[in-house]
């Protein structure tokens, strides 16, 4: 191909690439100037976040009680100005086929309002944490210290981001709680929807595959090992055949549950308080209180 036959191949498909009646559902048109919320931007909040909820651990390595409340304040300031932006940029995000877009008039002014909520939450936030560093400290003979597992555990690394994007997302904020627990899915390799509810001294060990889905609810002091599924079974369709959203089709595990390795369980079924799933089970039925599931058995016992 000669230069001019390149040059016509290249603007033709710029224009067919450009057509967007064909792609309305890949294409987002904005309703605003603003911009769509920023990954970079988001990753920065996520950063200053943790150096907040674990001063000198991230952030400034040489953090000090004289520097503190200096740092600590220049930081959360940071945090409300930068989720401040991208707040407003998940409300512009609105889609007019699937979310009421009225009243965001003034979308400056309660994006100002969403990310100051969230902003006072870091410390019970920081509280929920602390009960998981804990958690994970005492329920993993490997741990040498606190420090190594806020440091390097990736379940305290996913729990900062969802802890978080809980609040957003009990906060009507759209968008962004996912983009956030997604981030820490890339991360860490742990999948936990926003929506999910999930209690205090809360541990995953090593974590790599653990999907929690929207709408799970876990007690206090319940404990997953890898590969751990908490999912949905086949969902019921509208009468268009399109899926019907936010029922709940997710577990309930109340408190001091253990599941082993590579377990899943699926649907609105409820694993009864103390009870232990056994590795490599596949659970679709309730688990009385205090029962163990096992492979060999495939039966409860108390």
């Known amino acids: 191909m000669n230069s001019n036959e390149i040059a016509q191949l290249l603007n033709e498909t710029a224009g067919t690439l450009s057509e967007t009646k064909d792609i309305s559902k890949l294409y987002h048109r904005h309703r605003y100037t603003d911009s769509l919320p920023s990954g ?20 400034k390595s040489t953090l000090n009680a004289q520097t503190m409340l200096y740092t600590i304040g220049v ?15 998940s409300l ?24 100051s909520r ?20 005492l329920g993993d003979p490997a741990a040498e210290s606190y420090g190594e597992v806020i440091s ?18 009990k906060l009507g904020v759209p968008l962004l709680p996912r983009i956030l627990t997604e981030m820490a899915h890339s991360e860490t390799g742990i999948d936990i929807h926003p929506g999910a509810e999930i ?3 809360f541990m995953i060990d090593h974590g790599t595959g653990v999907v929690i889905g929207a709408t799970c609810i876990i007690g206090n002091n319940v404990k997953l090992y890898q590969g751990v599924t908490l999912g949905a079974r086949s969902f019921p369709l509208d009468d268009n055949g399109n899926p019907i959203k936010h029922i709940p089709r997710h577990p309930i595990l109340e408190d001091n549950v253990i599941v082993y390795s590579n377990a899943t369980i699926l649907g609105r079924v409820t694993i009864g308080k103390g009870a232990v799933i056994g590795g490599n089970i596949w659970v679709t039925y309730d688990v009385p209180a205090g029962a163990r ?6 039966t409860t016992e108390k």
């Open 40 to 59: 970079q931007v988001i990753s920065e909040i996520v950063d200053l976040c943790r150096a907040v909820i674990f001063p000198g651990y991230y952030g």
């Open 75 to 89: 930081n959360v300031e940071r945090i409300f100005d930068l989720l401040t932006q991208q707040v407003k940029a």
């Open 92 to 115: 512009n995000f609105c889609n007019e086929e699937k979310q009421d877009c009225s009243g965001l008039e003034d979308v400056s002014s309660l994006a100002m309002e969403k990310a």
């Open 118 to 137: 969230l902003v006072s939450q870091l410390p019970a936030i920081r509280l929920d944490l602390a009960s998981d560093v804990e958690a994970a400290y």
């Open 152 to 169: 390097c555990y990736p379940v305290i690394k996913a729990l900062t981001n969802y802890r978080i994007a809980h609040e957003l997302y």
């Open 199 to 201: 209690g205090r001294h």
């Open 293 to 298: 599931i096992s492979q060999r058995k495939h």
